[in-house]
């Protein structure tokens, strides 16, 4: 999949994936990629900015934990976050229905 058609959505995939409970970045990764069947892969490098974004704005929480012997950040959703899902979700709706509209043919 092109990472060009998921360009401004993944802020909703990670809050998404924090919706069943706290989760550390490499279970987000997993996770969204399982989802997608494998179709999705997110790059450290992408993922742990928007996690910064999200935290930034009250989202996600974070906080230290050791798992296995090794220290790990988990990630929460908040309140405000499982609102700004909800908006989110509400928003790809009304996308996803607007395209199909337009790409779905006669």
């Not at 409970?21 to 997110?42: C, F, K, M, N, Q």
């Not at 220290?71 to 908040?78: F, G, K």
Request: glycine share 10%; net charge positive.
């Amino acid at each position: 999949m092109k990472s060009d058609a998921l360009r401004g959505h993944l802020d909703a995939m990670v809050l998404a994936s924090l919706e069943a409970g706290p989760r550390h970045g490499y279970a987000i990764s997993e996770y969204l990629s399982r989802r997608s069947d494998g179709a999705l892969t997110v790059a450290t490098g992408t993922l742990y900015p928007a996690l910064h974004r999200l935290e930034k704005a009250g989202w996600v929480t974070s906080e230290w934990s050791t798992v296995t012997g090794r220290r790990r950040r988990t990630y929460e959703l908040t309140a405000s976050g499982q609102r700004a899902l909800g908006d989110r979700r509400a928003e790809w709706a009304q996308t996803s229905s607007v395209v199909t509209a337009v790409l779905g043919g006669t």
